[in-house]
């Protein structure tokens, strides 16, 4: 709740204006401890834009998941030239185990996948069940679909007193189809009294209804299609299969096995269609594909993996589904393994087409009847660009921390309280805070050391190693460049050319020992230095300055230590955020104290008042005695 003052009532004085110069004194130390509080949050965010930047470095080029570009892997230099002499026969691609060689290869045979390619034709044929009893269909409708185009035909009287019904019906409903989509397209057939229609053309689909189809002896269970529908229940187009799908219990769910894997289709038969079949098989663990061809009306089931020990078993449902589908009964072929000649080494074989040897990973299309050659080189162009990449973000990395290094700080320029800020504009207010963070990090001794331990890594001698990078062309430039690397293409490219596997081991060799075993053992750190490549000792210096985890002693990487890291347990718990907290504390502190000071002074100002209120009263009473006194007299 607010404090309400009235003040100077009986001094005349401007009490609070008095009190707040007063107080002006009074905050100068409280103002001089939240610059320095302010400070310190400015010299956290500079540490922490240097462990962004030393982060964002390891991320893009010492990255194990990223293996186009992780330079502590030989992944960072297999940029390959592959040519294969016949495509079509045979492709080719190649890792960082690859050597500079041309390979012969020749395809005997290909890998297959196990397969039961399923019986054809397993759509019922379209046919009544009963006989044609009532040959006066006048008036009555058949609308036939074929291939998605409808037309209706319109039945007639074929009544015959020769008994020559039948035949009349036969030849006139050939007719109708005729006509309506032209000759040579179906077949009516008539036997034993009952009508059968059959399209002639293959891959043809055709449906039947209207109410002229009773009168043709076709009963509500009769197959009206030769196609097979996917997207009606089960039980619905049990009829459609020559093998009728024998459900007793239309509400009992579709199960069945397949290599030893039960599929369970999670609907009954009145739910499920075969749509939902294909569906459950080929997301299942079976480790098989089933496939439809709607041209034959059959059913594929293929292993989805390849060579001789692919293979295909199953136990049919209580239904008899997989042999309405065609499978139980369909040919089975056995897988079988590729076959090829590679360098001369003949017999050969792979459970697939696409295998990887010596880093070239090969894919088998067609058998050749002579060797293919594959010719893989190292392309040169491309690792020089990645090594380029890499030295630019280096230069960047160095150029930044130097840059801190190096500002000047103007101890003039400290943070502006909220009063300052008052007296000035947004722009000058941003121009003045510019000035202020500049300098902050001016000869730090954690980043003098970082760009140190850098610049030294980079020229001390790799056990094992006999080339150093002055060797491939990358050198330091003048001392006032301040360690920045320079490439000779010319000689970065001689080097790639005529010593390639040194050059990768000038980068990318390991030591035996892990940087989390040189992390606590100084011997093992001294070793792990001395035999790692360039890359990896890069990692080691970036991993000890923005380390998340902890070693032995429970300390994180010492920038993280210093000042933390956003998103990171250690954004709240560094070495600066504790000395901010304390601040904070102090702060408050002298702002309780400020404001016992200014009630202070409050109280004694109205101490004041009281008394000269008190005269006031005292003078008043004199004035009216004396007034008194001279008027009586």
């Known amino acids: 709740m607010a404090v309400i003052r009235i003040t100077g009532t009986y001094s005349g004085l401007d009490t609070d204006k008095i009190i707040a110069d007063l107080m002006k004194v009074e905050r100068i130390k409280v103002d001089k401890v939240y610059k320095q509080k ?88 379209v046919k009544g069940s009963n006989v044609v009893s009532d040959f006066n269909l006048s008036g009555k409708k058949i609308a036939v679909t074929l291939d998605g185009v409808t037309k209706t035909l319109v039945l007639d009287d074929y009544s015959d007193e020769d008994g020559l019904s039948l035949e009349k019906l036969e030849t006139d409903l050939e007719q109708k189809l005729a006509d309506a989509f032209g000759t040579g397209k179906f077949d009516v057939v ?241 121009k003045w805070e510019e000035k202020a963070k500049t300098g902050l990090l001016a000869g730090d001794s954690i980043l003098s050391r970082i760009v140190s331990s850098l610049r030294t890594a980079l020229y001390e001698k790799i056990d094992g190693v006999s080339i150093s990078l002055y060797d491939i062309g990358i050198t330091t430039g003048s001392y006032t460049e301040k360690g920045r690397l320079k490439i000779d293409e010319n000689k970065l490219r001689d080097a790639l050319t005529n010593n390639f596997d040194e050059v990768v081991k000038l980068f990318t060799t390991e030591s035996r020992y892990t940087y989390r075993e040189g992390l606590d053992d100084s011997a093992k750190r001294t070793e792990r230095y001395k035999q790692s490549g360039l890359a990896h000792r890069l990692y080691d210096i970036i991993q000890d300055n923005v380390r998340t985890t902890r070693d032995s002693n429970g300390k994180k990487g010492i920038l993280l230590e210093k000042a933390g890291y956003t998103n990171d347990a250690s954004e709240y718990s560094n070495y600066l955020y504790t000395q901010i907290k304390n601040k904070e504390t102090l702060i408050n502190t002298l702002e309780n104290k400020l404001l016992a000071k200014e009630n202070e002074y409050y109280r004694k100002f109205s101490a004041m008042e009281k008394i000269l209120s008190q005269m006031q009263s005292q003078l008043s009473y004199i004035s009216a005695i004396t007034g008194n006194y001279y008027s009586n007299q």
């Open 190 to 430: 008539t036997e034993d009294g009952k009508v059968e229609i059959k399209v002639l053309l293959k891959g043809s689909t055709f449906s039947l209804s209207g109410d002229g189809l009773e009168g043709l002896g076709f009963t509500d269970g009769d197959n009206t299609s030769n196609g097979l529908s996917l997207t009606s229940s089960l039980y619905s187009i049990r009829n459609s299969f020559k093998n009728v799908l024998n459900i007793t219990d239309p509400d009992e769910n579709v199960t069945f096995t397949i290599n030893g894997k039960t599929i369970d289709v999670k609907k009954s038969y009145a739910q499920a269609t075969v749509k939902d079949i294909m569906n459950a098989i080929n997301s299942s663990d079976a480790g098989v594909k089933m496939t439809y061809d709607s041209l034959n009306k059959q059913f594929i089931l293929e292993s989805t993996t390849e060579g001789a020990a692919s293979n295909i078993t199953y136990t049919d449902s209580a239904s008899g589904l997989l042999e309405s589908l065609g499978i139980v009964g369909g040919t089975f072929t056995a897988g079988k393994d590729a076959e090829f000649t590679l360098d001369g080494v003949e017999g050969m074989k792979r459970s697939s087409n696409k295998f990887t040897i010596d880093g070239v990973t090969y894919t088998l299309k067609e058998v050749s009847e002579t060797p293919v050659t594959i010719s893989v080189q190292a392309d040169i162009d491309s690792v020089i660009e990645n090594i380029k990449g890499f030295v630019n973000k280096y230069n960047e990395l160095l150029d930044k921390i130097n840059g801190k290094l190096s500002e000047k700080y103007d101890r003039n320029y400290l943070p502006l309280t909220e009063d300052e800020k008052d007296a000035m504009s947004e722009k000058e207010i941003e």
């Open 38 to 125: 302010q400070l310190l949050e400015w010299k956290r965010d500079a540490y922490r834009e240097i462990s962004s930047l030393l982060m964002g470095f390891c991320d893009e080029y010492l990255n194990v998941l990223k293996t186009a570009t992780n330079f502590r892997s030989p992944s960072a230099f297999a940029k390959f030239n592959i040519q294969s002499s016949n495509s079509s026969a045979v492709t080719a691609t190649a890792n960082a185990d690859a050597a500079n060689k041309t390979h012969t290869i020749q395809v005997i045979s290909l890998a297959s996948a196990a397969k039961i390619t399923g019986s054809a034709d397993i759509v019922a044929d």
